[in-house]
């Protein structure tokens, strides 16, 4: 039997680099590439943008959200029918969120944080998001290296101000307990990888391989 379509979503400022080390048992998955938001854009609108990269679809697909992509995920799925959304290290709830970010939203920290430091010193940056071997580490460098300021200052707006606490149909929440960025969330039926850090789709890619192809079809 043909699996429905499967889309991926990455982390914030992140692309297909993230996924690299899954195996996922699907003849075509595609990856959501992040555009350009419009100014003070929300994250509805800015899913209902992304759309168009999903193209004609014969049957409702399946989404997998990693951390940021599965906010935008969730946006997506409140738009078009959906198989199932699969959440890696997100947001199942705005609720969950801890109160520090919102207090930093309220700061507007967000503005004043020195990404172009982070860019040049990216060792804090790998402990905080749990890259643990040389290969982690280097893909989580570039891809802060690449990413733009502007699209991370955006987005921590945007997450700051969405409001979400109506969970998708056919959700599946996978997260690790050692995750410094997203606590687990306050959900029933979470799959818990026990040691999984926030960027587990690499450090533990094959337990999360297993559980996500449980799922996909």
Same mark, same amino acid.
């Given at each position: 039997m043909t699996p429905p379509p499967l889309f991926l979503l990455s982390g914030l400022g992140a692309d297909e680099r993230l996924f690299q080390f899954l195996q996922l048992q699907h003849p075509n998955p595609v990856?959501?590439?992040w555009i350009a938001p419009l100014p003070n854009e929300s994250l509805g609108a800015y899913a209902g943008r992304l759309l168009a990269q999903l193209g004609?679809?014969?049957e409702p697909p399946v989404l997998v959200g990693l951390s940021f992509g599965g906010m935008v995920a969730q946006e997506l799925a409140r738009r078009i029918p959906v198989r #199932?959304?699969?959440? !890696?290290?997100s947001l199942a709830n705005t609720g969950d969120l801890p109160w520090y970010y919102r207090a930093g939203g309220f !700061? #507007? !920290?967000?503005?004043?944080v020195p990404f172009q430091l982070a860019k040049r010193w990216t060792a804090p940056t790998a402990w905080l998001f749990g890259a643990q071997t040389p290969a982690e580490k280097?893909?989580?460098a570039a891809i802060v290296r690449d990413t733009d300021p502007a699209f991370l200052r955006w987005a921590l707006t945007a997450i700051l101000r969405w409001r979400h606490t109506a969970p998708v149909p056919n959700r599946v929440i996978i997260h690790g307990d050692r995750d410094k960025i997203l606590p687990v969330p306050h959900q029933a039926g979470v799959h818990v990888v026990q040691g999984g850090e926030h960027l587990m789709v690499m450090s533990r890619a094959a337990e999360v391989s297993a559980l996500l192809n449980r799922y996909l079809h």
């Open positions: 990856v959501i590439q004609p679809i014969a #199932r959304v699969i959440l !890696l290290s !700061l #507007r !920290l967000q503005h004043l280097k893909i989580l």
